[in-house]
C-alpha cells in the first residue's frame, strides 16, 4: 500500500458506492459470461444484438418481458419484505406454488362467473402461501429454529405436490398435455396488450408495502426489530409478533405471484410452473438492497436477463445457464457489498 | 434378500450421499463459516463424475476428479467469504445457484444415459457373512466404508483429540482469541471451508457414480440442503452426521420399499418423506430437550466474517 494512505473499514456501506458496485457486478458477470460464450464459439455480440432486438424490436416481446416481470416482482417483493425483520425466505418457490395451487383449485373446481371466482382464487393464493410459510414462521419465532432451511426444504414439498396433481389427479382428460390440468376459466384481464393487470397490482403492492414500512409506526417497529432485535425487545417492541406477521405477509405475497402466474399468465397448473421465479426472487429482492421500491427496477432487470435466456434457448443456451449467470451476478455483488464499505482514507505520518 | 437386510442396504446405499455432504458442512461449520453452497457443489461433483466416467472408464476418477472441482469451487468460495469477508449467506446461495445451473447446462448432453463405469459391490469375507448387517453393510460399494467408518473416525479424532482440532475448534468458537494464541485463522479457515467443499463434491459423485448412477436434471434434488440441516442435527459432529445421513438414508429406502411393494400412497408423496423429515428432526429436538441446546450448539463465530482490527 502507498505510504500515507491506509484501508478504512465503514461501519455501513454508502448507498451509492453500494449501487456501483451491484452495476459493476452485473457487468462483470455479463462479461465473463461472454468470454465463456467466445471460448464455446458463440458470438456473444451478436447474441446481445439478437436479444435486444428481439425484446425492444416489437411489442411482442415487451410484452412477453413485462410477463416475466410481473412473478419477478412479487417474489422480489416477497423475499424483501421478509428481510425487513431479518429473516431469509428462500422459500418463495414453494410459496408460488402453493398460491398457484390453491388458485388453481378454486379455478377448476369453483363454479361462478368470473367477477366472483377471481377474489376468491386471489384469497386462496394468498392463503396457499400463508400456508405453506406457516410452519417455518412458527418455528423460527418459538424455536429459534433458523428460517432459512426450513423455508428451502418446502419447495422441494410443492414442487412434487404440484407435480402430483397436474399428473394425476387433476390432469387434463380432454386434451392432448399429460402433464397440466385443463384450462382455469376464470382470467385476469388485460390491460395492455397481453400484459394482465397483475403488473399494476404488483407494482402498487411494492408501493404501498414501501410506504407503510417508512411511514407507519408497524413499519417503524418492523425495521427496528430486523435491525436490531434486542434492541426492540427492551423497547418493549413485541418482535416475536412482528416476525410472525412479517413472514406470514412474505409467504402471501408470493403465494398471490403464483396466482397471479395461473390467472393471468400460464392458466393451467403443471410442474415447474415456478420456473425458478423463488430463487430468482431472492436475486430480486438482494440487488435492490431490500427496497420495496428498488424491487420493481431489479425485477425488471432480473426479467431482461431471463428473457435473453429465453430468446437464446433456438441457440443452445438454457434457462440454466441463466441460472448460473444469476448466480454469479449474486456472488459478486455480494463481494462489492463488502468491498463498498472500505475507503481509503490519508494519515499524517 | 429379506425385507430388513434389503432396507438397510438401501439405507447405507442411500444415505452416504447426504452422510458424506453433511460430513464436509460439519469441516465449514466448525471453524465459523456456513457454506450454503453445498447443494452446488454437489450437482458440480455430479456432473463432474459423469463427465469423467464417460471418458474414462475409472470410478474412482471420477470420484478424485469431482473433489478437485469441489475444491476449486470451494476455494474461490472460501476467498470471498473467509479472505474478503464476503457476506457468507449470499456467497453460499451464489454458490448454489452457480453450481446448478452450470451443471444443468453441461449435464445436457449427458441426461438419462447410465453411466459409463460404476462403484462396484464389494463383498467383505466373513464380515459379509453376518446376518442382517452383514449383506447390508459389507457388501457394499468401496465408498461406503470411507463414508461410514474411516471419515467420521478420522475426522472425529482431528476434531477431538489433536492440538490441530482444538486450534480448529476455537477459530469457529473465538476467532479473536484464536488469533492472539498465534493461530492463523484465516489460513485455518480457507483450508477447511476448502476440503469440506470437496467432499460436498465427492458426495455428488457418489450420487451419480454409486446411488442412482446416472445424470439427469435436478438429481441433486435438495439434498444439500438436507445435508446443512443434518449437520444442526448432527450438533457439528461428525461421528452422528455419518449416522443422521444412515437415519436419512432409511427414510429414503423406506420410500422405496413402499413403491416397491405398491403401497397405496403415490410416489411423490413418498419422495417428499425425507424432507419433511428433516424439518421435523431441526425443530423437534429445540422443543423437546431444551438441555440438550448447549451440547448441541452451533460454534459461537458461525457465521461472522473475521475482522482482526475491527474488535
Known amino acids: ?349 | 434378500m429379506d425385507l430388513l437386510t434389503g432396507l438397510f442396504s438401501t439405507a447405507f446405499l442411500a444415505g452416504g450421499v447426504l452422510a458424506l455432504a453433511a460430513l464436509g458442512e460439519v469441516l465449514a461449520e466448525r471453524v465459523g463459516v456456513v457454506n450454503l453452497g453445498a447443494e452446488g457443489l454437489m450437482a458440480m461433483g455430479a456432473i463432474t463424475a459423469i463427465a469423467t466416467v464417460t471418458a474414462t472408464p475409472y470410478p474412482m476418477l471420477g470420484f478424485i476428479a469431482a473433489l478437485a472441482v469441489g475444491a476449486l469451487f470451494g476455494a474461490v468460495f472460501a476467498a470471498a467469504t473467509v479472505w474478503l469477508r464476503a457476506n457468507q449467506v449470499l456467497c453460499g446461495l451464489a454458490l448454489t445457484l452457480m453450481g446448478t445451473g452450470l451443471a444443468s447446462t453441461i449435464g445436457r448432453s449427458y441426461s438419462g444415459m447410465p453411466a459409463r463405469a460404476v462403484f462396484e459391490r464389494i463383498e467383505i469375507p466373513l464380515l459379509s457373512q453376518l446376518p442382517i448387517l452383514g449383506k447390508a453393510l459389507f457388501s457394499q460399494n468401496i465408498l461406503v466404508y470411507l463414508i461410514y467408518i474411516i471419515l467420521p473416525l478420522a475426522l472425529h479424532y482431528l476434531l477431538f483429540k489433536t492440538r490441530h482440532g482444538l486450534n480448529l475448534r476455537a477459530v469457529g468458537e473465538n476467532p479473536a482469541a484464536a488469533d492472539a494464541a498465534g493461530i492463523p485463522v484465516n489460513a485455518i479457515r480457507f483450508a477447511y471451508v476448502t476440503a469440506g467443499s470437496a467432499l460436498a463434491a465427492g458426495a455428488g459423485a457418489y450420487l451419480t457414480l454409486a446411488f442412482v448412477p446416472s445424470w439427469s436434471d435436478g438429481v441433486v434434488a435438495g439434498r444439500g440442503w438436507i445435508a446443512v440441516a443434518l449437520v444442526i442435527f448432527a450438533g457439528y459432529r461428525p461421528i452422528p452426521a455419518a449416522l443422521s445421513g444412515l437415519l436419512f438414508g432409511l427414510i429414503t429406502a423406506l420410500g422405496f420399499v413402499g413403491q416397491a411393494r405398491g403401497w397405496p400412497v403415490a410416489p411423490a408423496f413418498l419422495s417428499m418423506l425425507p424432507y419433511l423429515g428433516t424439518i421435523a428432526l431441526i425443530i423437534v429436538p429445540v422443543l423437546a430437550w431444551q438441555r440438550m441446546r448447549r451440547i448441541m450448539a452451533a460454534p459461537a463465530a458461525l457465521g461472522e466474517p473475521y475482522f482482526r482490527d475491527v474488535r
Open chain 1, 1 to 349: 500500500m502507498v505510504a500515507g494512505l491506509r484501508l478504512q473499514r465503514l461501519p455501513s456501506a454508502h448507498p451509492g458506492i453500494a449501487l456501483a458496485a451491484r452495476g459493476a457486478a452485473i457487468f462483470l458477470a455479463l462479461l465473463l459470461a461472454s468470454i465463456v460464450l467466445e471460448i464455446t464459439g458463440a458470438a456473444p455480440l451478436e447474441l446481445g444484438a439478437q436479444v435486444i432486438s428481439a425484446t425492444f424490436g416489437s411489442t411482442y416481446g415487451i410484452e412477453d418481458l413485462c410477463l416475466l416481470l410481473i412473478p419477478l416482482l412479487m417474489t422480489g417483493l416477497a423475499v424483501a419484505v421478509g428481510q425487513q425483520i431479518g429473516a431469509w425466505n428462500i422459500g418463495a418457490e414453494g410459496q408460488f406454488y402453493a398460491g398457484a395451487f390453491s388458485a388453481t383449485a378454486i379455478g377448476l373446481f369453483v363454479p361462478g362467473p368470473t367477477i366472483v371466482i377471481l377474489p376468491l382464487m386471489f384469497i386462496a393464493g394468498a392463503a396457499g402461501g400463508v400456508i405453506w410459510i406457516l410452519v417455518p414462521t412458527l418455528a423460527r419465532a418459538y424455536a429459534g429454529v433458523n428460517e432459512l432451511i426450513t423455508t428451502l426444504l418446502l419447495n422441494f414439498v410443492a414442487a412434487l405436490m404440484v407435480y402430483y396433481v397436474s399428473t394425476g389427479p387433476w390432469r387434463d382428460r380432454v386434451g392432448m398435455s399429460n402433464s397440466a390440468t385443463p384450462r382455469v376459466k376464470a382470467e385476469i384481464p388485460e390491460f395492455w396488450g397481453l400484459v394482465h393487470w397483475g403488473l399494476p397490482l404488483g407494482v402498487l403492492m411494492a408501493i404501498g408495502f414501501a410506504l407503510v414500512l417508512s411511514y407507519s409506526k408497524w413499519g417503524y417497529e418492523v425495521r427496528l426489530s430486523g435491525s436490531n432485535p434486542s434492541a426492540a425487545k427492551y423497547a418493549g417492541i413485541p418482535v416475536r409478533r412482528h416476525i410472525i406477521t412479517v413472514m406470514l405477509l412474505s409467504g402471501m405475497v408470493a403465494g398471490i405471484a403464483g396466482m397471479f402466474e395461473i390467472a393471468g399468465t400460464v392458466h393451467r397448473l403443471q410442474g415447474g410452473i415456478s420456473n425458478n421465479f423463488g430463487y430468482l426472487g431472492i436475486m430480486v429482492a438482494v440487488l435492490a438492497r431490500n427496497s420495496c421500491i428498488g424491487v420493481i427496477f431489479s425485477a425488471a432487470l432480473m426479467a431482461l436477463i431471463l428473457n435473453a435466456g429465453i430468446i437464446l434457448q433456438t441457440q443452445g443456451l438454457t434457462t440454466s445457464a441463466v441460472l448460473a449467470i444469476t448466480g454469479l451476478i449474486l456472488f459478486l455483488t455480494a463481494i462489492g457489498d463488502e468491498l463498498a464499505h472500505y475507503r481509503i482514507t490519508r494519515i499524517k505520518i
